[in-house]
C-alpha cells in the first residue's frame, strides 16, 4: 500500500487540544472537524492542507487528552498518513482504529515542508523524491494496512460481519 | 509507568490516583502502583466483596494475586530515584504539563481564576486539602474560584463534611462533577489575557478558553492559597 503527498512540518509536543481546540467537540463529524484542524497554533495550515497531504511531526505527537476527534480531524482535512519522531501511546492507538497510518522516524530533520513523500506501508520505506532520499522506517504490519484499508477498526469489522 | 518506593506506600489511594492520572502527561499508558494494604482496605470500603475462599488480594506471595504486580525479574526500560526530602510543591507553567517550577518562584503571578477538582484532583483528600486553607478566608476580590469533585459521591460527602460551605463562604462556586472547566466546555472558560490556576491536569495553549489564556497547574492547597492572595502561593502561608 503506497501514500504519496506533500509534506507539513510541525513541532514537538503537538497536543490534541491544539489538533482540535475543546470548542469543536460538539460534532463528531470528520470534515467539520478537519475544517478546524491545527487552529490555534497554526492558522494558515487549513488553507494550505490538501488531499493526500502528510504530516511530519516532532517527538510526543498527540500528547494530552486521547479524544479520537483528534484524530478524526487529521483525517477530516485530508491528511493520510503523519510522520513523527514519537507518538503518545494512547492517541497513537486511535488513530489505528480510525484507520490513519502513524509512522516513526528518527532523523525527521532531513525531511522540509513542501517536500513530496512516497510511502510504501508494507516495507517501510519512505522516499523522498523532492530531495532523492530514501528513508527506512517499521514495515506496517498486514492487519493493520487493512484497518487502514477498511478506513478503521469498526468498519473493517463491520465488512468481516457481513462476509 | 510504575510509581514505588517509601513514599509512594505512605499515600493514600486519592493521591496515587493523581499520581497515576497524570502519568499519561508524561507519555505512558498506565500509572501503576502495586497493590498493598492501603489499596486493600480502599477496595473493601468501596463495598467490593472477597470472593468465596479467596485471599487477600494484596499479598505478593499468594498466587490468585501475582498478576496485580510487576515480575521480580520485570525489565525496565529505565529507572528514576529521587529524594524528595526537600522538595517544595511544583507548579506547570504555560503551556505544558512538564514545565515545572517550584512554587516560591512564582510568587508574582496573578491569577483571575483558580479551579480546584476534576478527575485528577477531586477527591475528598483533595478538597479537604484546599478547604483547610480556605476556611474561614475569602478568595481575593475579582478572582473566581470554582470547585468541583471528580464524582457525585465524593460531591455528596464534601457537602456532608461542610466542605462546601467553606468553599460557598470564601466566595467561590461549589459545581456538580463535571469535565467543564477543565477542557474550556463550560464554566469558567479563560478569555484572552486571562490566567488561572488549576489543579486539572493539562495546560495546552487554549486548554480553557482563549488561545491567548495561561493556565498553571499545581496541587489543591497551593490553588486554594492562590485563590486567597491572588497570586501564586505557598500554602505554607496559612
Not at chain 2, 3 to 25: H, K, Q, T, Y
Not at chain 2, 73 to 90: N, T
Request: with cysteine; aromatic share 6%; net charge positive.
Amino acid at each position: 500500500m503506497t501514500i504519496k503527498g506533500v509534506v507539513h512540518k510541525v513541532g514537538d509536543d503537538i497536543n490534541t487540544d491544539d489538533i482540535i481546540a475543546a470548542k469543536y467537540l460538539v460534532s463528531t463529524d470528520a470534515k467539520e472537524l478537519g475544517a478546524h484542524c491545527l487552529e490555534s497554533i497554526m492558522p494558515e495550515f487549513i488553507k494550505k492542507v490538501k488531499p493526500g497531504d502528510i504530516i511530519v511531526a516532532g517527538k510526543n505527537f498527540g500528547c494530552g487528552s486521547s479524544r479520537e476527534h483528534a484524530p478524526w480531524a487529521i483525517k477530516g482535512c485530508g491528511v493520510t498518513a503523519v510522520i513523527a519522531k514519537s507518538f503518545a501511546a494512547i492517541f497513537f492507538r486511535n488513530a489505528i482504529n480510525i484507520g490513519l497510518p502513524f509512522l516513526e522516524l528518527d532523523t525527521i530533520e532531513r525531511i522540509q515542508d513542501g517536500d513530496v513523500l512516497e510511502i510504501d506501508l508494507s516495507s517501510g520505506i519512505i522516499n523522498n523524491t523532492t530531495r532523492n532520499q530514501r528513508y527506512q522506517t517499521q514495515a506496517f504490519p498486514e492487519f493493520l494496512q487493512e484497518l487502514v484499508k477498511a478506513g478503521g477498526l469498526m468498519n473493517w469489522l463491520t465488512k468481516k460481519e457481513k462476509k | 509507568m510504575e510509581f514505588s518506593g517509601p513514599v509512594i506506600s505512605c499515600l493514600g489511594m486519592d493521591d496515587r490516583f493523581s499520581m497515576s492520572n497524570m502519568a499519561i502527561e508524561a507519555g505512558a499508558r498506565a500509572g501503576l502502583i502495586a497493590p498493598d494494604n492501603i489499596t486493600w482496605q480502599y477496595v473493601r470500603a468501596s463495598g467490593l466483596k472477597r470472593q468465596k475462599g479467596g485471599k487477600r488480594p494484596c499479598s505478593p506471595q499468594s498466587a490468585a494475586c501475582s498478576g496485580l504486580f510487576s515480575d521480580p525479574d520485570a525489565h525496565y526500560e529505565k529507572v528514576y530515584e529521587w529524594d524528595i526530602s526537600d522538595v517544595e510543591p511544583q507548579v506547570a507553567c504555560p503551556h505544558l504539563p512538564s514545565n515545572v517550577k517550584p512554587v516560591s518562584a512564582m510568587r508574582r503571578v496573578s491569577v483571575d481564576q483558580v479551579v480546584i477538582g476534576s478527575c485528577t484532583n477531586g477527591r475528598i483528600n483533595d478538597l479537604r486539602s484546599a478547604a483547610r486553607v480556605l476556611k474561614g478566608k475569602k478568595a481575593k476580590a475579582g478572582v473566581r474560584l470554582i470547585v468541583f469533585p471528580a464524582t457525585q459521591k465524593i460531591y455528596r460527602e464534601a457537602v456532608k463534611e461542610g466542605l462546601a460551605e467553606i468553599f460557598v463562604k470564601a466566595g467561590g462556586i461549589f459545581s456538580t462533577p463535571t469535565c467543564g472547566p477543565c477542557l474550556g466546555g463550560h464554566m469558567g472558560i479563560l478569555a484572552e489575557g486571562e490566567t488561572c490556576i488549576a489543579t486539572t491536569n493539562r495546560n495546552f495553549i487554549g486548554r480553557m478558553g482563549s488561545p491567548k489564556s495561561f493556565v498553571y497547574l499545581s496541587n489543591p492547597a497551593v490553588a486554594a492559597a492562590s485563590a486567597i492572595t491572588g497570586k501564586i502561593t505557598h500554602p505554607g502561608r496559612f
